[in-house]
């Protein structure tokens, strides 16, 4: 069997802890990885994981891409093509498919990985990766990451093009590389570069963008790097905190903890999950040992819940947690209030990591008809942080003048636990 590969891919078939390959588009590098794959796999034994941040479905993974190349290079008949997986018929190698963000976890179940892919790398969080790396542990296993890149702060080019760890091979691959570039994305990408010579640079020649097209926060971001104001946070142990939460299920459940000191808000820490109860989070506000002032929740926080018949307000109520409710604005209201107070918000850099991403990836939509960005939010994956970060912000500016919710009932403070209020 004769394969074609881009000469900078060769390392591919170099033994190597960390293979990254990384660019812009039109490069080669995902068919040339799945190729590699195939072939690695139909030689001998391997277990490999094909990964991403988030994957809700198998298509959302690279299974079609592997299928597509099995035909390719002829080996139909040496790979049994399943729902989730594929497998050699010969060798017993197998591909599985997972995201990283809500499943790395369940990872540590999987044993005996040779090899992990993470496509679409951009996206991995702090989190997923020092959860990831330590579970690929058999001798000899491999770390294989491919990404466009996007901002300088995420962590995936930090992590692995600023500073490579050891025993790693890190190649920009871009379409140059590639001998086999289609005339049709020639075109395309010399029109770009004639209209927008920065996204050019990005799209095409990989380069990090300084923000996002159509970010939100974009100058609040940049003035906050600036004034260094995303650094290392302490927490105050003589003030209180405040939680602020976007709910979600099939979405995500955001919390922002934040406290004010002063004239200042302190953003300590920000924890993202999904299809978890509530109960879940409010175990976990409790597991960090803060002073908890007020969980601020959004007003679909008082509608009440099929399962249990009562309302997350009065499950947070009936915990000991005070409960305060974000005042109704609109989201372009929200998120003024949140440019207002931002030259007053320090951010941890760690901890805080997850949400500062989302809050640099919060863009505009664009008008399906016009082209422009439009008014309104697109609604991905970073709406999440930023939504609970508006409602901080409306909760710290308009919130304050509020009344505050009338006390717990004798019959609840009675045998509360004082680990909840600190």
């Known amino acids: ?15 190597k802890r960390y293979k ?41 993974s690279v299974h079609k891409l592997l299928s597509d190349q099995i035909e390719a290079l002829g080996l139909s008949d040496q790979y049994e093509i399943q729902k989730t997986t594929i497998i050699h018929r010969v060798t017993g190698s197998e591909f599985i498919f997972s ?30 990766w020092d959860k990831l790396i330590p579970t690929i542990r058999k001798e000899g296993s491999e770390i294989w990451i491919s990404f466009n890149p996007e901002l300088e702060t995420d962590e995936t080019y930090k992590r692995f093009v600023l500073n490579p760890p050891t025993e790693s091979i890190v190649a ?78 099939a979405d995500h459940t955001s919390l922002w903890f934040v406290q004010k000191i002063g004239l200042e808000y302190r953003a300590l820490r920000a924890v993202q999950d999904r299809q978890k109860p509530w109960p879940h989070y409010l175990g976990l506000i409790q597991s960090f040992g803060y002073i908890i002032e007020g969980i601020w929740l959004p ?25 305060r409710i974000v005042p109704r604005l609109s989201v372009e209201d929200g998120i003024n ?19 500062l991403s989302a ?23 970073a709406s999440h942080f930023a939504d609970a970060a508006r409602y901080f912000a409306v909760g710290m500016r308009d919130g304050a003048k509020s009344k505050r919710p009338p006390p717990l009932p004798k019959s609840l403070v009675t045998g509360m636990s004082r680990g909840w209020m600190g």
Not at 27 to 47: D, E, G
Not at 48 to 54: D, M, S
Not at 316 to 321: E, F, K, N, Q
Not at 359 to 381: A, C, I, M, W
């Open 20 to 60: 990254v390959a990384w660019g812009g588009r039109g490069s080669a590098k995902s068919w040339s990885i799945a190729r590699a794959l195939l072939i690695i796999a139909a030689q001998k034994t391997k277990r490999i994981l094909c990964a991403r941040e988030f994957q809700n479905s198998i298509q959302d």
């Open 1 to 15: 069997m004769r394969a074609e590969f881009p000469e900078r891919l060769a390392f591919l078939f170099q033994p």
């Open 359 to 381: 809050l640099r990836r919060y863009r505009y939509e664009v008008d399906k008809v016009t082209g422009q960005f439009s008014k309104n939010p697109l609604h991905d994956d």
């Open 299 to 323: 007003h679909d926080a008082q509608a009440k819940q099929l399962g249990t018949g009562k309302s997350i307000e009065e499950i947070t109520r009936a915990s000991g947690m005070p409960v």
């Open 172 to 249: 920009k691959i871009n379409w140059r590389d590639n001998p086999w570039f289609p005339e049709v994305l020639r075109q395309e990408k010399d029109d770009l570069k004639a209209r927008d010579i920065d996204a050019y640079l990005n799209v095409w020649e990989g380069n990090c963008r300084q923000t996002l097209d159509g970010a939100v926060y974009a100058s609040e971001m940049r003035l906050a790097q600036e004034d260094n104001r995303i650094c290392r946070v302490p927490y105050d142990a003589s003030k209180p905190v405040s939680v602020f939460a976007d709910l979600g299920w």
């Open 99 to 128: 995201g990283l963000r809500h499943n790395v976890d369940s990872l540590k179940s999987k044993e005996g990985i040779d090899i992990v892919w993470v496509e679409e790398a951009q996206m991995v969080s702090s989190f997923s």
């Open 337 to 355: 209030a949140l440019r207002t107070i931002f030259p007053q918000v320090w951010w941890d850099e760690k901890l805080c990591e997850d949400g």
